[in-house]
């Protein structure tokens, strides 16, 4: 939901077609799985042991000799699949999607000239620069009344003010080029606090759309977009550890560490499927995704502050997985040994509670 954000945005401003739009959410399905392959494990394996359970069949599996743990192996069969397809989507398809989607992005930049640009709005689609125009011509590519405001020098500001200009793009680097003729220019210098104004027959001024990339930029800038080998051969150079240092050993030990959850998560999932014999499929699942986004929670505390380098990545990334991964031997053990959970319980609480609300 997030990426549609911004998807929607490139829709609204750059006029971009439906394949386009399609092949940029094609591209971000990698990394979207990596995520819903290990939830969709946890969930499936805890509504079929919800249904064993509410039909008597674990009753019927435990009377006829066969112990809990016995299930297991088809369970970790179903979890080793998850695992092979969440690894397949981290290494390979999440670096390539991301790669993709960057290629495709500074493609549809380089094709749309007036790109950023929007008739009688202040548009600050651009690097520290705010652009307005009354009006733009498709056509020839002219623009009418611009007004400019330029901070991209640290000490000043400069105002251009022109009744006609021109629009150019150079697809190499994603930026576009201005061309102003008959108008004004204001400087501002906050520092010595001088104010100059010039005329001008012409004036010419590069614009660089925020967060476009460039075809000439050598390596990608961010670790999503690395392919794991290069990952691992950066964080293994020596190098000053720095933030990005610290994102890329995150971003390997993260690779690495979600395809284990489908274990973790699926080995929780069997004793809550088989303790919650009187509760609805909705609440296995709404108690799946607690756990999940408690999973989330534990790896979200980690990423941020690994990042900053106060806390070892390696520890933050593979945490949940030992923790979630305890609670389901727990669980597992407890559930074993005929001891409760006290799930239907909480199930009966929460639905008092509800249906108290509601009424």
Known sequence: ???????????????????????????????LLIFVIPISVMITILLTFLRLSNENEILAIKSGGISLYALLAPVFAFCFIGFGLTMMMSLYGQPKGRAALRELTRQVVSSNITIGLSERTFNYNFADVVVYVNEINPQNKTLKDVFIEDKRQPDRVNTVIAPRGQIFNDAQRAVSHLILFNGTIHQVNLKEKVANSALFDRYDISLEIKGAPSKTEKNPERPKEMSTADLSRFVKAPSAENDFYFKALLELHRRFSLPFSCFALGLLAVPLGVQSKTARRSFGAFLGLVFYLFYYLLMSVGKIYGETGSYPPAIGMWLPNFVIGGLGVYFMIRTANERTLKVDAIYSWLQHFLLKWFR
């Not at 092949?23 to 399905?29: A, D, G, H, V």
């Open 1 to 31: 939901m997030a990426e549609l954000i911004q998807i929607t945005n490139w829709i609204v401003n750059y006029s971009i077609n439906l394949a386009t739009v399609l092949r940029m959410i094609f591209y971000q399905i990698p990394f």
